[in-house]
């Protein structure tokens, strides 16, 4: 068993502001330039994620919206459908290459300011031997008020560190977060949001966050488990 893979995947989204080149381009540096290895989700199309298939599946007379916030263009039905794939992802990398921790990093990675190979490999370095799912996060319990239109940047969502022990629960937790949450409201939100809502609804799940923000920090702020109030 391995002791750490970096886990990431690209599923195309029609109409996206970044194009596809772009993507492809920031993706060949996460999966060519790091000392870490990588395990890639390659070939998924959007029709094969499971929120997809989840939503396909609903009644003809289900009516639904989705969060847009002030970007309508970004935040499309498909982009929601990919971002809950991150956990799905997770799963499958588990279930071909075993390792004591997997980390979840965005295929665009690179696009934050500051983010570099060497960044992202003394994270890894650090985050091996973790034993909670570790997630960066903006904004502390108690300082922000939770919304539906907006994303909300309790936690960051392009990284996230997860043991092997709590990979499949994690993801089954989260898919019933947001089945629960689209059963409720009739909108489906950012995983983001849903990240959020799991951590109140089930805290049991070993969640640890530590301060950071849409910057280097998602990495270079990590320390082990138990480290940071949450």
């Given amino acids: 068993m391995k002791d750490i893979v970096i886990v990431t995947g690209y599923v195309p989204i029609r109409s996206h502001p970044r194009s596809e080149a772009e993507f492809r381009k920031l993706g060949r540096r996460l999966t060519q330039e790091l000392q870490a290895e990588v395990w890639e989700a390659q070939g998924v199309p959007l029709q094969d994620c499971w929120l997809y298939k989840y939503l396909v599946g609903q009644p003809p007379d289900f009516k639904f919206t989705h969060s847009v916030s002030d970007d309508p263009h970004k935040n499309s039905l498909g982009y929601h459908i990919v971002q809950a794939q991150k956990t799905e992802f997770l799963y499958g ?12 990093v965005d295929y665009g990675i690179f696009h934050v300011p500051g983010v570099t190979p060497e960044i992202i490999d003394n994270f890894v370095d650090r985050a091996r031997g973790e034993r909670a799912i570790a997630i ?22 392009g990284v996230m560190v997860v043991p092997y022990p709590h990979v499949w629960r994690l993801n089954q937790a ?8 689209i059963e409720r409201t009739k909108n489906v939100s950012w ?7 799991l ?17 280097a920090s998602l990495f270079t702020a990590y320390s082990p488990t138990g480290a940071n109030p949450n």
């Avoid at 960066?136 to 969502?157: A, D, L, V």
């Fill in 174 to 181: 989260l898919q019933l977060q947001y089945r629960n949450h």
């Fill in 136 to 157: 960066p996060g903006c904004w502390k319990r108690g300082e922000f008020t939770y919304t539906e239109k907006h994303p909300c940047w309790r936690f960051c969502g």
């Fill in 199 to 215: 951590e109140e609804d089930q805290p049991d799940i070993p969640i640890w966050w530590y301060q950071a923000d849409h910057d």
């Fill in 93 to 104: 990398a588990h279930l071909v290459v075993p390792a004591k921790v997997y980390v979840w």
């Fill in 191 to 197: 995983e983001v949001n849903m990240l959020a809502e």
